[in-house]
C-alpha cells in the first residue's frame, strides 16, 4: 500500500481554496498542469511511500502514540507560493500563516516515532503546504508570480485539526485516488 500521513481540511476552507484554484485555471489554461481535485486538498505530515503488512502496523502504532500525545489545535491557511522557485514552478501551493509551530511538532512527534520504529528518516524538511497543481512544463516566471494576483487579502480558512488521518493512495492515469485508511484523534 502507497501511504501517508495527512491532515484533512474542512469543507469551507477546501471550497475557499477551489474558487483560488478554478481563476489560477482560467488564467493558466492550456498549459501542462495537473490540478488537485477539491475532494483531495489536503496538507501532507509525513509521506511513506509503499509498506509492507508490517511497515502499516508499525505506521499505526507510531499514529497511535503522537495522537495519545498530542492536543487539537488550529492553523490559518493564507498566502501561495512554488516549488523549488518561481523559475521552476512544479508545484504550486497554498501555505500556513504563523505560528506553524504546532503542525511542525505534530509533524517532527510523527516522524520521531516512525523513526524509533525503524523507518528510515525523512530526507526533506517538513515544509507545511497545501498542494493547489503539479505543473508538468514551468511557464514562465511572471505567469506564475501574476496568479498570485488570484489570492484574495483574507486567510481561506481557519482549520481545527482535531485528528490527522492515514491516507492511501492509489496512482491512476487520471490523478490520485486517495482513501483514509484510519482517522487518529489528538487526545493529549
Ligand atoms: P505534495 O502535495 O507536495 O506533492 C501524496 O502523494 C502526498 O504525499 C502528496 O501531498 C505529496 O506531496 C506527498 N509527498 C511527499 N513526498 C512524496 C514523494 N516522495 N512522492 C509522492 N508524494 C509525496
Given at each position: 500500500m502507497r501511504l501517508f500521513f495527512a491532515v484533512l481540511l474542512d469543507d469551507q476552507t477546501r471550497q475557499h481554496i477551489a474558487l483560488v484554484q478554478q481563476a489560477m485555471k482560467r488564467a493558466l489554461a492550456g498549459q501542462r498542469i495537473s490540478w488537485v481535485k477539491p475532494e483531495n486538498l489536503h496538507l501532507t505530515l509525513r509521506f511513506l511511500g509503499e509498506l509492507d503488512e508490517e511497515g502499516l502496523k508499525q505506521a499505526l502504532e507510531a499514529a497511535q502514540v503522537v495522537a495519545r500525545q498530542r492536543a487539537p489545535f488550529r492553523f490559518v491557511a493564507r498566502g501561495a507560493g512554488v516549488f523549488p522557485d518561481m523559475r521552476r514552478a512544479r508545484v504550486l501551493w497554498v501555505g500556513v500563516e504563523e505560528p506553524v509551530e504546532p503542525l511542525f511538532q505534530l509533524a517532527h512527534h510523527l516522524e520521531r516515532e516512525l523513526q524509533r520504529r525503524a523507518?528510515?528518516?525523512?530526507?526533506k524538511p517538513f515544509r507545511s503546504h497545501i498542494t493547489l497543481a503539479r505543473i508538468k512544463e514551468p511557464p514562465p516566471a511572471q505567469v506564475i508570480q501574476s496568479l498570485?494576483?488570484?489570492?484574495?487579502?483574507?486567510?481561506?480558512g481557519a482549520v481545527e485539526v482535531r485528528s490527522f488521518v492515514l491516507m492511501q493512495s492509489i496512482l491512476r492515469p487520471d490523478g490520485s485516488l486517495y482513501t483514509p485508511v484510519q482517522e487518529f484523534l489528538l487526545s493529549g
Open positions: 523507518f528510515p528518516p525523512e530526507d498570485m494576483d488570484y489570492l484574495p487579502k483574507e486567510p481561506l
